[in-house]
């Protein structure tokens, strides 16, 4: 018999892939059922995100989280034993109460997300059913089409290029199987280039190549040979997606490019990226401009949304309120939903849903800090996305996501849907086509 009342939770300190602490959550049922879970970590993060709670001072960089974990041991466990957990918003709710600020900032937004995520687990367990399908519940889902960074940037590279992700997507594959192999080969094919320019020199936070370029155009440059001595058609096969991440080098409408050594008003940077799109084939661009710059936004979104994905990370940090202003106003079109941006599932999940009722793409995104945790995986099919990013295509916190939706995909056989090009918020026809 099934009896999804919370018998005990408990928090327990793990470890990151940029070797920080961070918190995991286990969730055990009165039903014997469990869920765990754990909080990811961002670098470059957006100013209206859930706050974690670090414990500061000098040990491990001030990254420790001893403060969290006891958030979950004193305060959460006391409060959610014995609460039915079937209805995830109930408990989402009283999470978000017991913590009492806006920025979650006294329980920590890093107690708070695992603690959600892993109660949804413990739900999915108890009703003996795999974590896509408890949130599908029975709607039709398509399986993501996955982002995969290939040259990382900006926070994650120590600042080595100005812009953050240079991705590849391919709306063109059948399947999230058949995209997954052929972004290897791109992938394999980029670091053949970078080995003859004499440019291989590891790898960036996501497990994209360490961008050793002397210019931000040049990763571009090299991203779109590498795509095409795969042997790809790029544009109508494979595409680029950018994420700029500009909050990151620029803020009140004032652009300092370091690697190019220049620096761009909004409309400079919107020209700029603008020509980027001319040349390159570009069909996705996250966080064009800075996470305040909302006139820039407007502008980007004017000139290139009819052809284009622009995604609002930083710029709708995960926030259902904003994701309806945005589409009211015509800034973004699609919108990146992080679960520890918004602070727990529910609020994720409201995001995703504004996103949807306005049109827009909506793509689940992993953090720059990761883990084996695979929750994102699920949630990308279950609430049927459309697309999933996760940083690179290697490193085993990366791949654990990739190789669950491959798991999921296979046991979907025939009835499997990839989104492929539904994904994005424009049509086919409409992609931005580079100049030969
Ligand atoms: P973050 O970066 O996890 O470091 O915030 C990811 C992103 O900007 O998409
Ligand atoms: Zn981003």
Redesign the pocket.
Known sequence: MTDARIARLHGRRVWDSRGRPTVEVEVHLVDGAVGRAIAPA????GLGEALDLRDGGTRFGGFDVHRAVGSVNAEIAPALVDLDTTDQETVDRLLVDLDGTPDRSRLGGNAIVATSMAVLHATAASAGVPLWQHLAGGRPVRIPLPEIQIFGGG??ADRRVDV??FMVVCPAARSFSEALDWTAEIYRAAGALMRKAGKAQGVADEGGFWPAFGANEEALETLALAIESAGFAPATQVGISL?V?ASQFGNGGRYALALDHRILDTTALVDMLGGWMEDYPILSV?DPVGEDDHEGMLEFTRRYGHRCQVVG?DYLVTNAKRVEAAAAGGAANAV?VKPNQAGTVTEAFQALRAGKDAGFGTIV?A??GETEDVTIAHLSVGWDAGQL?VGSFTRSERMAKWNEVLRIEESLGESAEFSGWSAFPFTATQASTPKP
């Open positions: 961002g670098a470059s993060t926070a994650h953050q992700d994420d991440a996250e990370d990146l995104s953090r720059s990013k």
